[in-house]
């Protein structure tokens, strides 16, 4: 198969998924709510719960839900970088994680069709088997390396962008059909599509490239040994971790929102769950479209470093974020969503400096370092969210943007401080991380072993 289709198959793998876990995760809280409300007796879909102390309980519940989810994957990610690095291999982790979220989903299908089940049993049930299988997070490490594996340095910051807007137009799509598509199939067969889901993406991942076993059977020592790298000394560490922190704390502090946007737009602007969707799925989709359109101008056209990208993506990313705490119309909502136009480069830069920055065999490793503080960041992050979200939501529910804005800041100093300090490695050999010369990359890293360093340079902010 060509290399251009299997990439393709990569990226509709990636988009498949996040539909399917953006339209799973996005009726999820309704179906709390209303198991919650009427614990008994399935209530009709347009069933109101205007409750505030269930509602309150409902995002207890999802929250608890959230943590657990994210918390248990910690040990298996860690595992799971150092094996993909020994091995070079990317597709047995996304089995795996989808496994999970196939077993996931069907226990919340029994939760259905027995509507009596306690929603606290299914959904902590729910939540360990799904971390026990290494999670979405498990998905996208695999994926993450595979799409660096895929690409050159030069490549690189297009292609992971373009892997991030498949990702976000996935769970656009999703945003934008889970209300309609509840309403037309209803929890038991909307499940079951979800699940329908999962297993098309087994096939396009399938149809995906993968490099070859590099690990020999008598070097699976070789895997713990790949644990070294996080605390190896080369050049530019502190960049490496800078961006590394960077990327945990936004995408936490997006999870974080997601998991409380629907109880805001409900008791702020009364949406109902479609409506919720689709203004999700338009904020979603401009995000998606400025991406496509941008990424080529900045990279191609204007040539701008990473961290000049960075800089300017995260300050407007702060002036949207802020802008939420004080939206109180409609007209606020779609206004400030205009403003969110490179908010997907935010998410993806600091992995790219981040893969530019360390050796080709040590990618899964800091990848899976990003997505365990993803894991273990929750745990403060969800209820403090939570905390802010149940102490204003009478007066001000969207005080808890406070929390993203601050954060966005925070990240915005990271890439500010980063292009300072960043200097150009000497470039000991030219690294090209395509899996296509997965024997002469082999060659390159068994050169440069004692050197620390073989990627290209960075070009300077």
Request: hydrophobic share 50%; net charge neutral; with cysteine.
């Amino acid at each position: 198969m060509h290399p251009t289709v299997q990439l393709i198959c990569l990226f509709g793998s990636v988009f498949v998924y996040c539909f399917a876990i953006g339209i799973y995760g996005a009726i999820i809280p309704n179906f709390i709510q209303q198991k919650v409300c009427s614990s008994d007796v399935q209530p009709d879909l347009d069933t109101p719960c205007n409750n505030t102390d269930t509602v309150l309980e409902a995002t207890d519940i999802a929250t608890t839900r959230g943590v657990i989810r994210e918390a248990v994957p910690v040990f298996i990610l860690l595992l799971a970088g150092s094996w993909r690095d020994a091995t070079g291999l990317n597709k047995p982790l996304m089995y795996s994680a989808l496994v999970g979220e196939i077993v996931g989903v069907f226990v919340q299908l029994l939760a259905t069709w027995k509507w009596s089940m306690s929603i606290w049993t299914a959904s902590i049930a729910e939540a360990v088997l799904y971390g026990a299988s290494g999670g979405s997070k498990l998905f996208y490490v695999a994926a993450t390396c595979a799409v660096t594996d895929q690409s050159n340095d030069d490549q690189r910051t297009t292609r992971l962008a373009f892997y991030q807007v498949a990702a976000y137009a996935g769970s656009c799509l999703s945003s934008g059909l889970s209300g309609y598509s509840l309403h037309f199939l209803g929890y038991l067969w909307f499940f079951i599509m979800v699940i329908s889901l999962h297993v098309l993406t087994i096939v396009l991942v399938i149809f995906s490239k993968e490099a070859e076993n590099r690990l020999k059977k008598d070097e699976k020592a070789k895997i713990f040994q790949k644990l070294k790298a996080i605390t190896k000394s080369r050049p530019n560490n502190l960049v490496v971790w800078l961006m590394l922190i960077s990327c945990v704390i936004i995408n936490v502090c997006a999870s974080a929102e997601s998991n409380l946007y629907l109880y805001y737009l409900q008791l702020t602007f009364d949406f109902t769950v479609k409506e919720a969707g689709l203004y999700s799925a338009f904020r979603l989709m401009f995000g998606v479209v400025s991406t496509m359109i941008l990424s080529p101008v900045f990279t191609k056209v204007l040539k701008w470093s990473d961290f000049r990208i960075g800089i300017l993506s995260s300050f407007i990313t702060l002036i949207a974020t802020t802008s939420m705490i004080f939206a109180r119309t409609i007209v606020h909502l779609i206004v400030f969503a205009l403003l969110d136009f490179l908010k997907i480069f935010v998410y993806t830069l600091p992995m790219s400096i981040v893969t530019k920055c360390v050796k080709s065999d040590e990618v899964g490793i800091f990848v899976s370092l990003r997505f365990i503080g993803g894991c273990l960041s929750p745990m403060f992050v969800f209820y403090l969210y939570d905390i802010i979200f149940s102490a204003t939501s009478h007066k001000m529910p969207g005080a808890f943007f406070i929390a993203s804005a601050s954060i966005t800041l925070l990240v915005f100093l990271s890439f500010w401080i980063s292009s300072c300090i960043y200097t150009e490695p000497v470039v000991l050999l030219q690294n090209n991380s395509t899996i296509d010369s997965d024997a002469e990359k082999r060659k390159s890293d068994e050169i440069s072993e004692n050197n620390g360093f073989i990627e290209k340079a960075l070009p300077a902010a």
